[in-house]
Structure formats: C-alpha cells, structure tokens
T-cell receptor
Framework: GQNIDQPTEMTATEGAIVQINCTYQTSGFNGLFWYQQHAGEAPTFLSYNVLDGLEEKGRFSSFLSRSKGYSYLLLKELQMKDSASYLCAVSDSNYQLIWGAGTKLIIKP | ETGVTQTPRHLVMGMTNKKSLKCEQHLGHNAMYWYKQSAKKPLELMFVYNFKEQTENNSVPSRFSPECPNSSHLFLHLHTLQPEDSALYLC??????????????FGPGTRLTVT
C-alpha cells in the first residue's frame, strides 16, 4: 500500500530552527509537496520538490532524496505565526496526491 | 484568500436530511477536487473533476454525490449521512490534473456535523 509518515507533533522555540521529516512509500513518484495549515483554515502551498536536493524559499527550505523516500521541511528563525500543521503529500504514478496526517508544530516564546 | 470559496462554512444536519456544499474558484483552473479531512487523519481524496469531467471517484459511498456544472463550480450533494461522515470537507482546484507540479489551492472548508 501507499504510505506517508511524519511526526504527529513537534515543539520548538521562537527564533530557533526546526526540521520536519517525511518518509514515503508510494506507487510511483511525480513530486512531493509541503503545505501549511493553520487551525480552522485551508491548507496553503509551501513547496514542491521533484528532483533531489534542497529548495530554499525565504525562511523555509525543503529537501528531497528520492532514493531514500525521504523529505524534510526546514523552518528557520521561527515565529509564533509558524504554529500550524505541516502536511506532506506525494504525487503518485496516477498524479493523485497521497497525504500524510500532518505534523502539528507548536512554537513557544 | 486563496481564490477558492466554500459555503456554508458550518453545517449541522440530521441523518435523514439532504443538503449541498458549494465550491467556487476564481483562478481559471481546470481541475477541482473534494477532500474529507478528519482529525489526525490524512486528507482523503473523494472526487476529481478535470474540464468538468469526473476523473476520480475513490470508492466514496453513494450518499455523497458530486456535481460540476462548469469549471468554476463544484457541488457535493449529501443525503442520508452517517455520524462518521462528520468532518471538514475541503474543496481545492489546480491548473490541471494528470500533470506533475501543479499545486492545489484550497477553500476554507465546510465543517459538517451529522447528528
């Protein structure tokens, strides 16, 4: 079967750096997405990786290793507004998104 | 504001009621989606429409009936629901379906409670 694993919850301190991991086993691979979802709001797109390596976008970076079925989202200079759930999703061989259950990130002052 | 709107935002219905959820996208996208989001579970894809044609139906019970009259509007008709259908129902759109790299834009969702 298809599976996406990510930690259920993480806690970090304002101003620090946090890395949220995602491992996947899917039938085919057409890219990996990261989304942010604040409580009670819609998920919003953060990043897309289809080739191995690191993609940097401001305070957020996303890394992909296709051979290891692994990705991480790196958040730097954490702010209180970064408290949210972070969803990892893989596009499979049918271009259907397979979603992880999300990682709830709690930022403490 | 993502360019995708959903109404109503909250809905409470009995198991014998019939109601409809509405989604509208103002992004000029060709693909639209319905997802179910339950607490601490992954997003479940229910239906996909591409150029108004249904391309995916992920074994969704017949008490959920989608309708896509044009590429900007998507409905989810609900009837004789069960309490386990209580969840957040999210609508999304993307430029296309069946091509990699297009991110999906989500609406704020309808919080459905079945009593």
């Amino acid at each position: 079967g298809q599976n996406i694993d990510q930690p259920t919850e993480m806690t970090a301190t304002e101003g620090a750096i946090v890395q949220i991991n995602c491992t996947y086993q899917t039938s085919g691979f057409n890219g990996l997405f990261w989304y942010q979802q604040h409580a009670g709001e819609a998920p919003t797109f953060l990043s897309y990786n289809v080739l191995d390596g690191l993609e940097e976008k401001g305070r957020f970076s996303s890394f992909l290793s296709r051979s290891k079925g692994y990705s991480y989202l790196l958040l730097k200079e954490l702010q209180m507004k970064d408290s949210a759930s972070y969803l990892c999703a893989v596009s499979d061989s049918n271009y259907q998104l397979i979603w992880g259950a999300g990682t709830k990130l709690i930022i403490k002052p | 504001e993502t360019g995708v709107t959903q109404t109503p935002r909250h809905l409470v219905m009995g198991m014998t009621n019939k109601k409809s959820l509405k989604c509208e996208q103002h992004l000029g996208h060709n693909a639209m989606y319905w997802y179910k989001q339950s607490a601490k579970k992954p997003l479940e894809l229910m239906f996909v429409y591409n150029f108004k044609e249904q391309t995916e139906n992920n074994s969704v019970p017949s008490r959920f009936s989608p309708e896509c009259p044009n590429s900007s509007h998507l409905f989810l008709h609900l009837h004789t629901l069960q309490p386990e259908d209580s969840a957040l129902y999210l609508c999304a759109s993307s430029q296309d379906w069946g091509t990699s790299g297009y991110e999906q834009y989500f609406g704020p969702g309808t919080r459905l409670t079945v009593t």
